[in-house]
């Protein structure tokens, strides 16, 4: 006890101190807040790369369209965990942009660009996929007009309450329009929702629950389509104004397939735009409803995928391995144990077994659709065909001989599942697997950087070891004294090692707090600093986000930086303190 | 009488080009229990190496040192502390206080020192009290919040003799403790060592030049060149 109150004193005595306090702090301060804020953009990154895909997708593994969706989803749904089934046709395509004229045709100069075409079921869809989220519908310009008119006319209008009126609106004109038009419409909206005793921004909510819809098109020979925000922008006119494609506007969208004889195009008209900020994704979409695509490319009742929503991504694996299962757990299960009653030397064999299976299950191809992707009733069958061989195997006796054939049994069934199932293979990824590459660079990116900011931290240690070895030199006499009233090794040890401890925790604590203060205020500093250098400092228009993201549980992080900053300040100090521990008392007595 | 604290031949060397210098030549001395010892000799006769020595402050090149049949050269260096702190009280010629702490922190410190985690802050306040006891004996009792370097050369020694007997040790070491005061106020504190060795009935081992002080001593021995000369 009394090492920590001459260590406190030593510490008190010594402004150099504050100096290592200091640079703990800071280093703590600044990883805290950086890897807050990289997390926070990584996990709008990745709902982002994300956007629209559910927790699984099932493919075919050679991309082509599959039928008999309906019965397999149905049999998907039965499954625990399995929450919705969207199916979705997608394909290559040219796009053409046509502008309308103000005279009702289209602009001569056409634009053309290279994408895909979405074929969705738009109601499954929004159950199954964050769709809903990334997509605006246009309500067309006879709504656009409508609103004209009771924006210009007051309270003439169609709904009855004020918060029907603030829905409707929002719903007709979307947020950003309200932005970009002059602030009256904005004012009137806040009146009305003042009105209604709701604030406006819960009427903005309200507003984008409201279902999505296709909306209309003039003539069956059109799609209603939401295209990607970036595809639909043009270019720039003569006076450098951005031109896109607005409500009435088509894109032809021409399959790119290698059927020539089958090349065929469908023409779709944007009802609404769809913008998930990653460029990728908007560039390139567009989104027609699932019936049309299969029909333009001569493929009803087939598609290329199906999203799977579970109840949460943790479960994946385990749908996944039941998606993929020749065997369910349970049967798995069941199998195990009537080899191992059959005891003795059967049981390394469960293991082969069970590898086998595994490493089946691991190559994705296991799931084998029949001709008619019955794959899990198959499965279900071949699965109790073997239990059953296998049961009778066990009556006959001699376990050996039993065990040995069963694992033949099993190589063999697999086999001909392999022959039969050849080319119809269906393939089971999360939404991870499919964006793995991104996924890998960010997190590698962060990785790095706590790296990197790691050193502040490690020269933090390097300016503790200066600071406590000055303090040994300056109190060699103390050193001898405190030997000489009774101070061991240990005790000397202990003072000097608590005094980079304290350096390290107190510099951590108010790093922590310092960089918790930064990271719950950063969009108001923001704020205040563009304010203050007079250009922004955050465009969004570039990151798409209205705010500086940060982590929204720093728990852990804050933890281990603050263990990581005082085992660095412990482990620096560790060497002066154990040449002080050393020194001799009769030397250290006499020193000058 | 003996079997208090006896020192056997000790030998103290100190490496120095090829022939070690030889401090103690074998040193043989017995210290009874509340005996006044002094040892008087010349600069360089080892005197204070061999105070070291008993103290346990430095290790002999060999001999042993036993107290109560026990020999202390054996015991493990956790141990040695341990006998440091409570066993002996040192007083040095240059006071060797704590600058950092004042006068009572510093008559405290051994307490502590020999005070683990365990009932600290109760231990802490009768150490303080006993502290200012001591302190107020020797006549400082205006001076306790004062640090070292706002002390007096004797008020100093005064404080590191109150340091030197907070634990109540067994046997007090004196380092030439006048060594570095004016003859009026070595007086006093040979006057006050006096003191304490007829009341407290502890061993006192004293180094010093002052004859006069040596004479009134319960037993003078003589140093010469690391040896012992008379007894």
Redesign the interface.
């Known amino acids: 006890m009394y090492k920590l109150m001459v260590a406190l004193r030593y510490m008190r005595r010594n402004w150099l101190n504050l100096v290592g306090v200091a640079a703990v702090a800071i280093g703590v301060l600044v990883l805290i807040v950086v890897l807050s804020v990289m997390k926070g953009f990584d996990e709008e990154f990745r709902a982002r790369v994300r956007a629209t895909l559910s927790d699984l997708i099932i493919e075919n593994w050679s991309d082509e369209p599959f039928a008999n969706y309906e019965e397999l989803m149905a049999q998907i749904e039965q499954i625990e965990h399995v929450k919705a089934c969207a199916p979705r046709y997608e394909g290559l395509a040219l796009l053409t942009l046509r502008k309308k004229l103000p005279d009702g045709t289209y602009a001569p100069g056409e634009q053309r660009r290279y994408g895909a075409f979405l074929g969705i079921d738009l109601p499954r869809e929004v159950k199954a996929t964050d769709f809903a989220d990334y997509v605006r519908a246009w309500r067309g310009k006879a709504a656009r007009e409508e609103l004209a008119t009771i924006f210009s006319q007051g309270d003439v209008g169609i709904a009855a309450t004020p918060t029907e009126r603030i829905v409707y609106a929002l719903n007709t004109l979307c947020p950003e329009d309200l932005q970009l038009v002059d602030a009256k419409p904005r004012e009137k909206l806040a009146a009305w929702a003042k009105a209604a005793g709701i604030s406006l921004q819960s009427a903005f909510r309200t507003a984008a629950s409201a279902p999505v819809e296709w909306g209309e098109v003039p003539d069956s020979k059109l799609s209603p389509a939401f295209a990607g925000s970036e595809l639909l922008v043009i270019g720039q006119d003569e006076n450098g104004v951005q031109v896109s494609m607005g409500p009435g506007d088509q894109v032809v969208v021409f399959s790119a397939t290698d059927n020539f004889a089958n090349q065929t195009f469908r023409r779709c008209q944007v009802n609404g735009e769809f913008r998930s900020g990653m460029y990728d994704y908007d560039a390139r979409n567009i989104y027609l409803p699932l019936a049309d695509a299969q029909r333009f490319m001569s493929n009803e009742g087939k598609v290329t995928s199906i999203n799977v929503r579970l109840d949460s991504f943790d479960n994946a694996p385990v749908v996944r391995a039941a998606l993929l299962g020749i065997l369910t757990p349970e049967e798995l299960r069941r199998g195990l144990e009537i080899l191992r009653s059959l005891g003795g030397t059967a049981v390394p064999k469960i293991n082969e077994i069970g590898l086998e299976l595994k490493r089946l299950a691991a190559n994705d191809v296991t799931w084998f659709a029949t001709g008619d992707y019955r794959a899990i009733a198959v499965a279900r069958s071949v699965a109790y065909d073997t239990y059953a061989e296998l049961e009778k195997l066990q009556k006959s006796g001699s376990p050996n001989a039993a065990a040995l054939d069963f694992q033949k049994l099993v190589l063999k069934r697999e086999g001909a599942r392999l022959g039969r199932a050849g080319k119809m293979t269906l393939r089971v990824s999360t939404w991870e697997d499919k964006r793995r590459p991104m996924l890998r660079a960010v997190m590698l990116e962060r990785q790095i950087m706590g790296v990197i900011l790691f050193f502040v931290i490690l020269v933090a240690g390097f300016l503790i070891l200066s600071i406590v070895h000055t303090t040994v030199l300056s109190k060699i006499r103390d050193i001898g004294i405190l030997k000489s009233i009774g101070g061991s090794v240990g005790g000397i040890m202990s003072i000097f090692l608590l005094n980079g401890l304290l350096m390290g925790a107190v510099g951590s604590a108010l790093g922590t707090l310092g960089g918790m203060f930064i990271t719950k205020n950063i969009n108001t500093i923001q704020a205040a600093l563009e304010k203050l250098v007079g250009y922004s400092l955050f465009p969004r228009d570039i990151y798409y986000l209205d705010k500086i993201p940060v982590d929204q549980h720093p728990f852990w992080n804050t933890t281990a930086i603050c263990l990581t900053a005082i085992v660095v300040s412990l482990l620096a100090s560790a060497y002066p303190a154990w040449k002080a521990s050393r020194m001799s008392a009769v030397e250290a007595l006499r020193y000058e | 009488m003996s079997n208090f604290l006896s020192l056997k031949e000790i030998v103290k060397e100190y490496p120095q080009g090829d022939t070690p210098l030889r401090v103690l030549k074998g040193v043989s001395l017995d210290v009874a229990q509340g005996e006044y010892l002094t040892i008087v000799g010349a600069s360089g006769a080892g005197k204070s190496t061999l105070l070291?020595i008993m103290?346990l402050?430095?290790q002999p090149t060999s001999g042993e040192l036993l107290f109560e049949g026990r020999d202390l050269g054996k015991i493990s260096?956790?141990e040695q502390?341990?006998?440091?702190?409570?066993l002996f009280g040192?007083v040095?010629q240059f006071f060797?206080?704590?600058?950092?702490?004042n006068a009572v922190e510093n008559v405290m410190?051994?307490a502590?020192?020999?005070?683990?985690?365990w009932g600290?802050t109760r231990t802490r306040r009768q150490v303080r009290q006993s502290a200012e006891e001591l302190l107020t004996r020797v006549g400082l009792k205006e001076r306790m919040k004062h640090r070292p370097n706002q002390l007096s050369g004797g008020e100093r020694q005064r404080v590191a003799l109150c340091?030197a007997l907070i634990?109540k040790p067994r046997v007090l070491l004196l380092d030439e403790p006048t060594g570095n005061l004016d003859s009026h106020t070595g007086e006093e504190i040979h006057e006050l060592v006096r003191t304490l060795n007829r009341e407290g009935g502890q061993a006192i081992v004293m180094v010093t030049h002052n004859e006069a002080a040596a004479r009134r001593a319960g037993r003078v021995i003589r140093m010469l060149d690391g040896e012992i000369v008379s007894c």
């Open positions: 070291h103290g402050l430095d260096g956790l502390a341990g006998l440091r702190n409570r040192f040095f060797h206080l704590l600058p950092d702490f410190m051994p502590l020192v020999g005070q683990g985690l600290w340091r634990n």
